[in-house]
């Protein structure tokens, strides 16, 4: 697979900004239709940090076109002046992939910046932020890249900004960190992405790696959603890390559970619990 590096290691922040990923899940799951939950909603939220604002997306899958809650920002209260986004995957990987649009349009972000996976792009720019609780006030993700916006959304103090994605959510978390970096050269901006496909082809890949410098792509090797788009074009931003759940006989070996997230935490180093009773096949 282009842009793995088989000998870099799991860093070990790896694990704990995969548990954003798990927070936003968990309060999916338990509160499908609250879009914009409080921070005492979340079943799982991480500790150290406050709630600052959660993410919508408009729910292309599927018949019913709704609005739906996909994550989430919050502060670091030990460094006030850093922040985690956090961006959740489907339910199903085949929920997005068969409507999915796959034809290259220009990056936006930059001039010369290659092209990104136009169905990535849409998304991206469908996803809204809203205050924690409220039931209106959303303004576009995309906006808080800018300066100086004269908003409650205004991002501009946050000098460190770390963004975490699995599956669908990594392509979003890759647009929304490159645009924010190209906004914000002043900003140290990381990615950790689990089991991301292809955002983009080669020249955008080139750009990536002109603005973001700390990069953490984690994939699993039989987990087809990774490698899905690499015959049609596109190619994978730095720094590949392979893991493989084949390595672990009693992790049930299906598609699905190939893709999960808790498969993923697992193989970061997490507690083999957070594999999952339906992803198990025998007791670790």
Known sequence: MKNQNLSATIPPSALQYGFFVKAAIDVYTLYPTVLSPTQDQYPSFPSGYTLLANIQMNDFFGTDKTTVYFGFIAVDNANPTSIVVAIRGTKSIMEWWDDFQVLPTPCPFAPNSGKVESGFLELYSSLQVST?????????????????????????????????????????????????????????????????????????????????????????????????????????????????????????????????????????????????????????
Request: proline share 6%; glycine share 10%; net charge negative.
């Open 132 to 284: 924690p609780g409220s039931t209106g006030n959303t303004i576009a993700l995309r906006e808080t890249v800018l300066t100086g916006l004269n908003s409650e959304f205004d991002l501009g103090k946050y000098k460190q900004v770390t963004m975490v994605g699995h599956s669908l959510g990594s392509s979003l978390a890759t647009l929304y960190g490159v645009d924010m970096a190209a906004k914000n050269p002043d900003k140290a901006v990381s990615i950790y992405t689990f089991a991301s496909p292809c955002v983009g082809d080669q020249d955008f890949v080139n750009y990536y790696n002109t603005i973001i410098h700390e990069s953490y792509r984690i994939y699993n090797e039989p987990d087809i959603v990774p490698k899905s788009l690499l015959l049609l074009g596109y190619s994978h931003v730095p720094v590949g890390i392979e893991v493989n759940s084949l390595l672990f006989p009693w992790i049930k070996q299906t598609i699905g559970c190939f893709h999960s997230l808790g498969t993923y935490l697992f193989l970061v180093g997490g507690q083999a619990s957070l594999v999952g009773a339906p992803c198990t096949v025998t007791a670790p």
